[in-house]
């Protein structure tokens, strides 16, 4: 049984394909597929495609891209089967004109997909649509794919939510409403009228009552369950009118070749009404048909048994061989929008390329500076430079672009619009190239006071290191830099990586990048470790978050802080030095440890609950309001 949800994404697509292709939720991404782009860089080629969509007109609304799950019943399939369920959907879904990237994760009991789709089609560059008919228009799809490989399936209803005690018991595989549900359906789509409906419901062990409402109950069931209890998809009223869509199916078809038009079968049509006339007015138009046939098979010379076997199967073999074709065509017909997408995409890309290929090689010579000292981060307010032609480069803590300028023509573009640009003339791009180095956004206190320290290259790669003064001066934000250096330093690919200022050095405690998976809630207490589990205090002195609180501001201090919920364990080093509260953060399922700085660290007003909530922030907070405030710890003070 698979369940579908979608919503846009309106801020940022990178985050949530770095989200659904985590190495530790898919086998080490051996679950992660796409169509018209790579996994990797995704999120580029989505921008690509919706540029170009503006460009022609179509750039209506503001979502990057959708995020579709597609979730099974824990159990009901394996991780290699709901991945090709999943591209199956996606492909009829999307019907190759956008691109996908999906992932099956296996990281929780229910196996689920996980779709990421571009907003913007780059075959007609039109957004796709997303309304409550394309939801129930999804539903259907992924049904039908879950009804031909043998699974349950389940339609949308537009009622509340299951509540509490109904959705434990269909976790734990006990709600009888569901169970329910599941023959319903199948009875209803192997019926054709009301009573076959009941006799099938019958035979599926229910026991029937049809009062006032109709309603099950199954064996070993103590109450009956009213089928308006399961939503109005389900009612009295919504069956019938599904039942008769499958009687329609089965009636003769309407547009029929006038040669071999099927006989009427009275009994199948006649139930009330003027049956004599019916008969009389069947009778005639059998007798009709049966002479028109004669005479079609008489012309063709097909009087002859296996003279008509054969045409049959000839005709059957060339409706197969039109309907391979078309596949072959429709298969041509995609593999060619990839193409010719990737085409635009080099197309656009191809200066860059001959840019480096004409670049010469090679010694360095270097000349850095913070191009604008403030605490903004910004150059130019009407001017965001990541949305030029520059590059995109992430490191450890954060997104840098930048961009190579081997010509006066490029120059003069940058030159115009930053004044702290050199004065650089062509004689020295002979020699030397530009390179303009800026983040997406305003530095963290963490990333403050940056420099570019060497620049150097080997056979490949050209290398870039930034370095971080010590001791840091916290009121230089700058976030954007140029760089003068020899050709002979110019390689395809640029690297670029940030030494930050060691700040956090206790040698009297383990590391918290050598803490084991395993670090248990006993083993925090032993350590001293102020203990958080599931917003409940564990530590023996419930004071000693206040008590550090307390004393930083008077001299340097040290507190780890071990918060356990039903999902994860995160652990906090928080050392206080220089008026500052450095913050090494990580998740005990991996090893990556997230660096940041903060001003202050806020208590929040306790809730008639008794729930209290700690915050990183920058600006001192008023009693209610917390600008610009990280929320970090919460729990209950009784």
């Not at 205090?537 to 206040?546: A, E, G, M, R, T």
Request: one cysteine or more; a neutral charge; glycine letters at 2%.
């Amino acid at each position: 049984m698979a369940y579908i949800k979608i919503f846009p994404i309106k801020v940022t697509d990178k985050k949530a394909l770095d989200y659904i292709t985590n190495p530790d939720k898919t086998d080490e991404k051996l679950l992660v597929s796409s169509f018209g782009c790579s996994p990797e860089t995704a999120d580029l080629e989505f921008s690509m495609t919706r540029e170009m969509a503006k460009k022609n007109g179509m750039d209506k609304g503001d979502n990057l891209a959708f995020h579709l799950i597609q979730s099974f019943k824990p159990g009901e399939v394996d991780a290699e089967t709901a991945h090709r369920l999943g591209q199956q959907f996606a492909a009829e879904v999307l019907k190759g004109k956008y691109e996908y990237v999906i992932s099956t994760h296996v990281d929780k009991k229910h196996i689920h997909n996980h779709i990421i789709f571009n907003a913007a089609s780059f075959v007609d560059h039109h957004k796709y649509v997303s309304n409550k008919r394309s939801y129930h228009k999804l539903c259907r799809i992924s049904n039908r794919i879950c009804h031909e490989n043998g699974l349950a399936t389940s339609m949308p209803t537009g009622e509340k939510g299951k509540s509490y005690k109904e959705n434990m018991e269909y976790h734990r595989g006990t709600s009888w409403k569901a169970k329910l549900r599941v023959a319903v359906d199948k009875s209803i789509w192997t019926s054709i009228n009301y009573e076959e409906f009941l006799q099938k419901m019958q035979l599926a062990g229910y026991e029937v009552r049809q009062g006032k409402h109709l309603s099950f109950r199954a064996p070993e069931q103590k109450n009956f369950t009213y089928m308006k209890s399961l939503g109005s998809y389900y009612s009295e009223e919504n069956v019938r009118i599904r039942l008769a869509k499958n009687r329609s199916k089965v009636k003769t078809p309407r547009h029929l070749s006038r040669e071999a038009r099927l006989y009427i079968n009275i009994s199948t049509y006649v139930t009330t009404g003027n049956r004599e006339g019916f008969e009389h007015w069947a009778k005639l138009n059998n007798l009709k048909e049966a002479a028109r046939t004669f005479n079609y098979l008489s012309e063709n010379n097909l009087l002859n048994y296996e003279d008509f076997r054969q045409h049959v199967s000839d005709v059957d073999a060339s409706v197969k061989a039109a309907d391979q074709r078309i596949a072959h065509i429709t298969s041509e017909l995609s593999t060619q929008k990839v193409i010719q997408k990737h085409c635009d995409s080099y197309r656009l890309c191809r200066k860059v390329i001959e840019d480096c290929k004409s670049a010469k090689n090679p010694k360095n010579e270097i000349k850095s500076s913070s191009l604008r000292d403030n605490n903004t981060g910004i150059i130019d307010s009407d001017w965001d430079l990541t949305q030029t032609d520059m590059v995109s480069f992430s490191t450890e803590n954060l997104t840098l672009y930048y961009k190579i300028i081997t010509n006066t023509e490029d120059y003069l573009v940058y030159k115009n619009r930053i004044n702290e640009l050199p004065e650089i003339t062509q004689d020295t791009f002979n020699n030397n190239f530009l390179i303009i180095i800026t983040s997406s956004s305003a530095y963290d206190l963490y990333n403050r006071d940056i420099y570019i320290d060497s620049i150097y290259a080997d056979d490949n790669v050209t290398y870039i290191n930034f370095a971080q003064n010590n001791p840091i001066d916290y009121t230089k934000s700058n976030n954007t830099w140029y760089a003068i250096v020899d050709n002979s330093q110019l390689r395809d690919t640029i690297n670029i990586k940030i030494n930050y200022t060691n700040i956090i050095n206790n040698s009297n405690i383990t590391q918290l990048a050598d803490i084991s998976t395993d670090y248990s809630i006993e083993k925090a207490i032993e350590d001293n470790c102020f203990v958080i589990s599931n917003n409940i205090i564990i530590s023996p002195n419930p004071s000693y978050l206040d008590e550090f609180l307390e004393h930083s501001n008077s001299e340097n201090n040290f507190i780890r802080i071990y918060q356990k919920t039903n999902n994860f364990v995160e652990i906090f080093d928080i050392i206080y030095k220089d008026n500052f509260y450095f913050i090494n953060r990580r998740l005990l399922s991996n090893t990556t440890i997230k660096k940041s700085v903060f001003k202050y660290i806020e208590k929040g007003n306790i809730h008639s609950n008794g729930l209290v909530r700690y915050y990183f922030t920058n600006t001192l907070s008023t009693e209610t309001e917390y600008t610009e405030a990280f929320p970090f710890l919460s729990f209950y003070t009784k």
